[in-house]
């Protein structure tokens, strides 16, 4: 089975039907999206495509970029240029197979598919019987497509994985966002494309096809059983793409299956695999085109690091440092390709392509636990192309509004359990829940500031100052918001355990504290308003008229 030439990934039409094509596929512009069985499996197959087209096809700079763009090349065309690359994309080879160790592994014990899924119950989990919600077994026979999806997939988000098991080049289940179109009627071409760099940007050596550099399973393991590390100098830039920490051998059988993860009959069957430690050690100053980093801007000496899901899970409150830059203050490296998008925003008149202000960043990643995985988190919101100085102002205003609900999400948490508790700090139990629930329900009108911020400062006449209305409309959201919080949550516990004396000096003190803090006084003085968020200007008017 070739990856690039056979019908293994299932694309979705524009009219909602699902078909097992090749990946060149990707150029029809009836094709729309991908259809994999599993959300992290959907994640992995849109940066397989990408990092294909990065590394087959990169235009040579924004002008052929555009050209593709516009009019992306014919299937048969995308096959020509693909065709040189396929004997890197064998899965099913004795050796070299597609992201599978040069070494057969045969002295090892084989062990079962199910290891290839990261969210799997590892053995200690299986003995202690406490698989509560993935219980092992559920996956006992896979078919070679999505076999070979889920080894990209473990591959590339490679968590801990017991002694000397490494993680991916860029750490244990990382972030990945990636710039889709804000249409989303636009073809799957689109949506690839927007994430692919010209090579004049991004300058590299023009990629061999049978370069170990560039696919590790092509050449000997480095092992990497007394620390010995992998650089980005000792390998080719597009490495990245296609990085193997993981020592694996798939046991292909040529027995018939029903595929326990897509259903399908096939006419093979992987069952099992074989593994084995101390296989490419990642190490040093490796940033991902597709990953957001972050960096400590007082010690400039130290690395920086991916940015991972955690239980918080992913909305606006990461949404600044996933699509703006910031080097002096917080450390924010948003991924390269979001950063690019900016760029070509910024020519895009001179380039003769309409690329929107407000286009979109799809963001995901698996929150691990060490070696557990606890949740996989996606999530889509707006992201906002500006020239430089545009950007400063918008980058200043929206963390403003991020900070009056990140201050007002704090001090709900703080007074609900003033309501609930006698003692609230020896209270036990995890009730981030409370403050989690004020970003919720105010992040679509966040993202509907985002969308009029951006018309307003691509305007003829862009505001050089918070717009005053928009500042007041986001005090009075977020306020009125944790309020009405604060009185469902503070009443929600048992009749019989409600100190009605309790809620109440509670309530008082949340609603005070709610109107002086330091940001709530900020976006009062921008947008002219009392404590109670009433404009000033309208209140002795009134008097007046009084």
Known sequence: MNLLTSPWLPFKR????????????????????????RADFQGAAYQFLVGLLQTAM????????VAWYQTPPSAKACLEMLEKWAPAFV???????????????????????????????????????????VKAGRVEHLCL????????????????????????????GPLTTLVMPADSTR??????????????????????????????????TKIS?????????????????WAMPRRMRLNIESASCECDLCGRHSEYSVSSLRTKNYGFNYDGPWTHPLTPYRFDPKKPEQLPYS??????????RHWEALTMEDKKEKGFLPARVVLDYALKCDTADDMDVALPVVAGLWAFGYDMDNMKARCWYGAHMPLLALEEDARALAQLWLRQMIELTDSSARL?????????FSRPKDAKGDVSYIGASLWQVTEQAFYQRVMELGELLRSDTPPQRFPAEMAASWYRTVTRQAASLFDELALSGPPEQLDMKRITKARNGFRKKLHTGREAKDLRKIGRLDEKGQPKASRERQGESA
Not at 58 to 65: H, I, L, Q
Not at 307 to 316: E, I, N, P, S, V
Not at 412 to 420: F, N, R, T, Y
């Open 225 to 241: 059983d007394k620390g010995q590390g992998t650089y980005p100098d000792d390998v080719h830039a597009l490495h990245s793409y």
């Open 145 to 172: 497509d999505c076999a070979a999806i889920a080894l990209f997939t473990l591959q590339i988000n490679a968590p801990s994985g017991g002694k000397g098991h490494r993680t991916g080049l860029r750490g244990g």
């Open 412 to 420: 709900l948490q703080a007074q609900v359990k003033e309501a609930w």
């Open 91 to 133: 899965l099913d080879s004795d050796s070299p197979a597609f992201m599978q160790d040069r070494d057969a592994l045969a002295e090892e014990k084989a062990t079962d598919i199910a290891a290839l899924l990261i969210d799997s119950p590892g053995a200690s989990t299986v003995k202690n019987n406490t698989d509560h919600f």
């Open 307 to 316: 940015r991972k899901a955690q239980t918080d899970g992913l909305g606006y």
């Open 14 to 37: 524009r009219d909602g039907s699902q078909e097992f094509l090749p990946v060149t596929a990707m150029v029809d512009p009836d094709i729309v999206d991908l259809a994999l069985p």
């Open 187 to 220: 073809s799957l071409w689109h949506r690839l494309w927007l994430n692919v760099l010209d090579t004049e940007d991004w300058a590299y050596e023009r990629p061999n096809p049978s370069d170990a550099k560039v696919f590790p399973w092509l050449g000997e």
């Open 58 to 65: 990169a235009p040579e700079d924004k002008s052929e970029w």
